[in-house]
């Protein structure tokens, strides 16, 4: 009798203790599934501010080629306005001063022709 009182015990601590190691697993794949997402999370969000990173590195680039090909542009109108003072032997101020009048009489013969 004391024989079977002993295997009974062994018996209800036996499935106490897979009670708890049941709870315990749970708990640990519920905890492992929450670490999976934050990791998602995490990696998603490394991804996006690569992109934006790239994007911006991007926008950069085509930043610095505008403005090399707007300098460019600046130079050379600069050079051809050097030529044209020294072909017409005029100064800059007379040079702007005659554009001004040729600008105007275009947009008087634009009104005109209308």
């Known amino acids: 009798m004391q024989a079977e009182t002993t295997i009974k ?3 209800s601590q036996s499935r ?9 697993l749970k708990r ?4 492992r ?3 999976k997402e934050k990791c998602r999370d995490f990696s998603s969000a490394v991804k996006r501010q690569a992109l934006r990173l790239k994007e911006t590195r991007e926008s950069r680039d085509i930043w610095k080629q505008n403005y090399k090909e707007e ?3 600046a130079e050379n109108l ?3 306005n050097r030529e044209l003072e020294s072909r017409l032997g005029l ?11 040729l600008a105007t009489k275009k947009k008087s013969t634009k009104i005109k022709s209308r």
């Open 28 to 31: 640990l794949a519920t905890s």
């Open 71 to 73: 300098k460019e542009r």
């Open 91 to 101: 100064t800059a101020d007379e040079l702007a001063e005659l554009r001004l009048q």
């Open 16 to 24: 106490k203790t897979v009670r708890e190691q049941k709870k315990e």
């Open 78 to 80: 600069s050079q051809l």
């Open 9 to 11: 015990g062994k018996l």
């Open 33 to 35: 599934n929450a670490a």
